[in-house]
Every structure is written in C-alpha cells, then in structure tokens.
C-alpha cells in the first residue's frame, strides 16, 4: 500500500491501474478511522479493484464554531487499518493541494446542492453541505473512481452526494453501505471517542429510539408527530442529553413528512457533552 500526497501521484497510481485494466474505488473519509470506515474499504475491495482512501481533514466543512485542530488525527492507527482492510493506496493531500486557489482574489467554485443541504443537520451547520460536496466533487475529479464509497450512518450527505453526481452527470457509481453499529447499537462514528463513559452509554439512546420507532411503525403507528414525541421521551432518559432534531423526512427530497409511508428517513441529531451524535432508519411501508 502506499501514501502519498501529491494529486499528481495519486493519479499516476490511478492511471497506472486503469491501463492495467483495473476499476478504481475510492472511499473518502477524514481520518481518525473505525470499523464503519473499514468496512467501506472491505466493501470497495469487493467491488472493485484498486481503492484509493482519501484521508483528508476538510476545513471548507467546519463552521466558524466548530475547532478543526481538535478533529482527531490519527494517521499511523489509520495506515495500518487501511492496509489490513485491503486498500491500495492512501491519498493524505495538505488543504493547499486541495485548495491552492483560496487566496486568490477572484474568488472560489463551490458545489451548492441547493435545498437538500437546508435541512436536518443543515439547519444549525450552515455551509457545511456546500463544503461535503465540493470537496466530494474535487475528490471525484482527482481520483476519477468507477464508485465511491459512504456510510448509511451520514444519510443526508449520501443523498446529497447521490444528487450532486447524477445532476453534474459524473461518471461514477456511488454505493451507500449499511452503519456499522457497536453491541449497544451505537453508530460507529469518529465522534464517539469525545464520550467520557457516563455519556457513552447514554449514546446508545439514539438508536434506542430509532429502533422504538421502527417497532410503532411495524405496529401501524403513521403519525410522524406521534412517533417522534416517543423518540423525544427515550433520548430524555437521561439529562445529559440534547436533542438538536429528530425528524421523519422523504428519502429524496428530505421534506418533512406528516405521514410515515412510502420509503422515509427517520434522523436523530442529538448533543452528548462535547460530541453531536447523529443516526438514522429508513423504513418503507404502505
Ligand atoms: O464523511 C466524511 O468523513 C466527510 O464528510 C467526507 C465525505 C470525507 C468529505 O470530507
């Protein structure tokens, strides 16, 4: 496996696969990797040839309150992870590989993937979308995947992602794998490790209410209003929690819905201590 950091090589190393008659997969992620991230890796082994792991921290993503030198990074446990998991190559670009055109005065390109990044953690992160996708799209430019890899457990950005890709018309494939889960059903995530214990098990309340939902819905209950005020009342067994949402929307176009029917995302935002916890279901009923 190699690391490198340059867009030149990582394409050289791309090329040279492709005249080798290779497909590329690349999964793009931020580092500081866990099982969820590993698995993605195993996923695109799988399906296609040659996979490239960006590992990129990327700051047009953070708002003005959120601290990217406290992202964690961790770059050797990350190396070793990718290589066991299959992965060809690392590609760890500095921000000035990504974004050497940000001091200029002309100003800068952006991917808006309008309305679909208004929403559910669009509300209270406000630019972030718009940085996910350019990012996303730079990425697709650089590496030129058959298919890029995401985790169910980002949901809105998968289907971001998902919409930015078919209306630009890129040649690529993109594949949303399933949420890799602890025991307790939490949602694997990078975040998880700001949890001091205490609030580590009150992490498992997210998909306890999720998985509270999916039980109403199996049992008839439609009433989005209903069923998200029993969701409210799991996440408030304990007083550490806040939730910043839960919402029941339209898998496509991310509206709210008054009605459970039809295929529909179930989306939990909710605050522990310092760490913004975020999951979801998509169930499908008449
Ligand atoms: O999900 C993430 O880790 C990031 O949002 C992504 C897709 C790598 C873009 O920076």
Redesign the pocket.
Known sequence: MKIVKKIQEVRKLVAEAKSAGKTIGLV???GALHEGHFSLIRTAKKQTDFVVV?I?V?PT?FGPTEDIDKYPRTLDADTAGCEKSGADVIFAPTPDEIYPQQNLSWGNVWVNVEKLDQPLCGRNRPGHFR??AT??AKLFNIVQPDAAF??QK?AQ?SIIIQRMVADLNMPLKIVVCPTVREKDGLAMSSRNRYLNADERKDAALLYAALQEAEILIAGGLRDSKKIIGEMEKIIKLSGRTKIDYIDIVNTKTLKEVEQVRGETLLAIAVKIGSARLIDNIIVDCN
């Open positions: 793009p992620t931020m960006s990129f990327n993503q940085g996910v990012v996303c995401f985790g980002d950005q």
